[in-house]
């Protein structure tokens, strides 16, 4: 894939067209290059916004461009490009940026990177996280987060998928990078079931290892078993509340019972005491109180308490037989009242009697819920046990098959150590133009570490100080990506003017030489946007001829902050995005 050119349905938009092969270079002249307005996000002129059109024709997600949408209503960008000699124009509207034409045809944002990554990638069907959009920014990266460091791209990928992507550029295996990354998480969902065991009441404490799983299981399946031996002699009564609620009221009425005949017994008590009292009605003791008094009873008198004596007899005599009346009374109504309480004493053991012999049904059913309530945490237990058996089982083997994993890995990479070498070398000696006396090179390991990444990939300058050192660690990745790289029919390398950023101006004279280098006898491009300034930084590093030739022969594009027109939109508008 090699790019023609950028353009837009817009008068005003400064159409883009690279050269073939070898560089091009969009430079930015700024009138006061100090200036970096508040809430400017392209640095003025639209150099870097280049790149992001580019991204937004060749697919990028719709979500990262809302800004740049809303700001741009009725905007249409195409970007044209070859692969394979054959001739492609890639056209995405602001107004429906969830489709995308390709050479005419409308295809959804999706299906136009489906077929690019088929187009461009050799991707194998069965590898996950592989596509033309985590691949395609290695070569054109699409923002400051691109240049943070040298394997990634974009700060959307996770650590696995840096290696996959960094491995299949680079020519790996990534199936065994798959293999590792697939039992690295088949590792750690089972270690995760058995941490959740931790969470739960009834295996917590198995779990921690202050009880044995197999002497609880035996304890429980003892008591279950007293239970559905008591369950089997058990007597249900169906009514036996009814009759609980009999007794309860014959109790009752026992109570009374027996209170009323101790009132009576009571009452027999009295009149007993009452028959007991002796009352004198003798005359003459009548008559020797009189005397003693010294009163003196006249014939008359005497003759009256006659009568009165005769007359208390009969009252004395009265009240005795009313008395013993009423005792008999009583005494009849006590024996009555004892045999209803013998009676009701009768009824009250039957139904005691059956109370002992049967259980309510609540009771029953209490304990059949107890003895299911055991045998539930009993099978719980037997599953814990047969899964913790289970997962040790499969950790077992996943281990094992991590360290024959790390041994296959091993070997293949000392099978293609003359390509690893090649990339190695084709690096260092990149780097070494920028730190003939640093140690430099790129590395690709087995990485045995219990973690996802089967491959450990480090591009390595030992830096003398320089600021610029990860910028250009960057730089010659990407070219050896470009010129070493495997797996992709991508023939162009694009970068912003950022990469060039706080690198030494001597290093930096360095590298625009080295693209010259690399790229006059090749049919790919280098493509970049410069700052004036950093061009005016080279310049006295150069041999003028070179100059011209790296230089001044291959800009393609100059853009102005002067006026508006002489921006890439031609017009000013702010985008955040």
């Keep these: 894939m ?32 100090q200036n ?55 056209k995405r509207s602001t107004d429906n940026p969830s489709r995308i034409f390709l050479n005419g045809e409308d295809l959804a944002v999706s299906k136009f990177n489906e077929q690019l990554g088929k187009f461009l990638f050799d ?27 040298f394997n990634e791209a ?51 404490d198995f779990f921690t290892g202050n009880k044995d799983v197999a002497l609880t299981i035996i304890d429980i399946d003892e008591k279950i078993k007293k239970l559905e031996d008591n369950l089997k002699s058990f007597k249900v009564a169906g009514d036996y509340h009814d009759v609980q609620l009999e007794a309860d009221q014959i109790e009752n009425q ?35 109180v009189y005397n003693e008094a010294s009163i003196y009873f006249t014939e008359s008198l005497t003759k009256t308490l006659d009568d009165l004596v005769c ?35 009768d009824e009250l053991n039957k139904r005691m009697k059956y ?60 099978e293609i150590k003359t390509n690893i070498n ?7 000696g990149l780097a070494k133009k920028f730190y003939p006396s640093s140690v430099a090179g790129l590395t690709i390991e087995n990485n045995d570490g219990d973690n996802m990444q089967r491959y450990s990939i480090e591009a390595k300058v030992e830096s003398d100080g320089s600021d610029g050192i990860n910028n250009v660690k960057i730089f010659c990745y990407d070219m050896t990506l470009l010129f070493k790289g495997q797996n992709h029919s991508i023939d162009f390398l694009f970068h912003d003017s950022r990469l060039y950023d706080g690198i030494d101006e001597r290093q930096k004279a360095e590298l625009f030489r080295t693209i010259y280098q690399e790229f006059k006898n090749s049919n790919k491009q280098y493509i970049a946007s410069v700052n004036q300034n950093q061009l005016n930084e080279i310049r006295e590093y150069l041999d003028p001829n070179l100059y011209k030739n790296v230089i001044e022969d291959n800009i393609i594009l100059v853009l102005t902050d002067d006026d508006v027109s002489g921006k890439l939109l031609g017009i000013q508008v702010d985008i955040e995005d």
């Design 2 to 33: 090699r790019l023609i050119k950028v353009y837009a349905n817009q008068p005003t938009f400064k159409t883009v067209l690279f050269n073939e092969k070898g560089p091009s270079f969009i430079v930015a002249k700024q009138k006061n290059n």
């Design 36 to 90: 970096k307005e508040a809430g400017k996000t392209y640095n003025g002129v639209g150099k870097s916004l280049l790149i992001k059109i580019i991204h937004f024709c060749m697919g990028a997600k719709k979500d990262r461009y809302k800004s740049f949408c809303a700001e741009l209503p009725g905007w249409e960008f195409s970007t044209e490009f070859y692969v394979q000699n054959k001739k492609y124009t890639a």
């Design 123 to 149: 991707i194998p069907s069965n590898v996950a996280n592989l596509s033309f959009r985590s691949l395609f920014p290695f070569f054109i990266r699409p923002d400051k987060n691109g240049y943070v460091k």
């Design 154 to 204: 974009s700060v959307s990928f996770n650590a696995y998928q840096a290696m996959l992507y960094n491995a299949f550029l680079l020519g790996l295996d990534v199936f065994l990078a798959q293999k590792k990354n697939e039992l690295k998480k088949e590792k750690d969902r089972i270690k995760n079931l058995e941490k959740n065991f931790n969470s739960d009441t009834l295996l917590r």
């Design 254 to 288: 026992l109570f009374d019972l027996n209170n009323n005949i101790i009132l009576l017994q009571n009452n027999v008590s009295t009149i007993d005491k009452s028959l007991d009292i002796k009352v004198s009605n003798n005359k003459e003791e009548l008559e020797q």
């Design 311 to 345: 007359f208390y007899e009969k009252l004395m005599a009265n009240r005795k037989k009313r008395l013993l009346e009423q005792r008999n009374k009583i005494a009849t109504e006590i024996n009555k009242k004892n045999l209803e309480v013998k009676k009701l004493q």
């Design 355 to 414: 109370l002992g012999d049967h259980q309510a049904l609540d009771v029953f059913v209490a304990i059949s819920e107890r003895s299911l309530e055991l045998k539930s945490k009993r099978d719980n237990l037997r599953n814990y046990q047969t899964l913790l058996s289970e997962y040790k089982e499969k950790l077992r083997e996943i281990e094992k098959s991590q360290i024959e994993e790390s041994e296959r890995a091993e070997k293949y990479l000392r």
């Design 422 to 428: 090649e990339l190695r070398d084709y690096f260092r």
